[in-house]
């Protein structure tokens, strides 16, 4: 099963369960408020469906700021745990429409896998069109054969976004609200500095998603071609690295520009005082 898109209907998803190259990846990640205050989870899942664990298997749980990619080597074997082979069809959800799950779609283009796409609206969505459902559980799969591809092109760091300032290259897009871009309300995360990152330009993730679901790719077009009348290359910034992944899937279905994913996102930025910032 080929997947020639980045996004897929909950009726394409349904109407290919039975395909024994489709795993369906749960990439939920609770949201973190200001106060630090978790959300609750949904109880179901899509039936059948494995959890794709970011935090706590898919990022460098050592590593100084939130969410850092794994080395290729790590993704390699951490995904063939969980059954990913080279011929795999990959749908990724999550329980609140488009969040995470982008970012899951984002690190398997990064390591050289395509055949990857988010399900449109996720589970709500999912669950509205009386889909099968199972309660939360872990389901799991043979070891696969899956092979790391390492794809410089669709990350920066932050010595790139340094340099960018400089000869603004590529445009930079922070996927926060625009209080916290424009210092209006505090960081969620502690010993953070407000502001953004010089030259940036300000899109909230939000404002790409309709009740969960991205915007038809007409909207999306004018919100871009408003944003980036130069047609630069665009890198995604946000947080920590997830909501910058939404926006990234929303340059995706416009199918006009390349992008990048800033993974420090303004965890790091904002962490490191020698950093230059706009308030």
Not at 124 to 134: A, F, G, H, N
Not at 162 to 183: G, T
Not at 229 to 245: E, M, V, Y
Request: charged share 25%; aromatic share 12%; glycine share 4%.
């Amino acid at each position: 099963m080929v997947l020639s898109k980045s996004l897929v209907t909950p009726e394409f998803l349904f109407e290919s369960l039975d395909n024994q190259k489709l795993i369906i990846f749960d990439a939920t990640l609770n949201k973190v408020s200001l106060n630090q205050q978790v959300e609750k989870k949904q109880k179901y899942q899509i039936k059948n469906a494995i959890f794709f664990d970011i935090k706590n298997a898919f990022s460098e749980t050592d590593a100084q700021f939130p969410n850092t990619i794994l080395t290729p080597e790590k993704f390699q074997e951490k995904a063939r745990n969980l059954g990913v082979n080279k011929d795999s069809s990959i749908i990724v959800y999550d329980d609140y429409g488009i969040y995470s799950s982008a970012r899951v779609w984002w690190m398997f283009k990064l390591f050289g896998f395509d055949n990857i796409a988010v399900l449109e609206g996720g589970l709500p969505l999912w669950i509205s069109k009386d889909y099968p459902t199972e309660l939360k559980q872990q389901n799991s799969l043979p070891k696969g054969n899956f092979i790391s591809r390492y794809n410089y092109k669709l990350i920066r760091f932050k010595e790139d976004i340094l340099f960018n300032i400089e000869i603004k290259k590529e445009l930079l897009i922070d996927a926060r609200s625009e209080e916290r871009f424009m210092s209006k309300t505090p960081e969620p995360r502690k010993n953070i500095r407000s502001g953004h990152i010089p030259n940036s330009k300000s899109l909230p993730y939000s404002l790409v998603l309709d009740k969960g679901r991205l915007k038809s790719k007409e909207e999306l077009n004018k919100i871009f071609e408003k944003m980036n009348p130069d047609n630069k290359k665009l890198i995604f910034s946000c947080g920590s690295g997830i909501t910058a992944c939404v926006l990234a899937l929303a340059a995706e279905i416009t199918e006009k520009y390349n992008f990048a994913i800033y993974d420090g996102s303004w965890t790091e930025w904002g962490s490191l005082n020698e950093l230059p910032i706009n308030n």
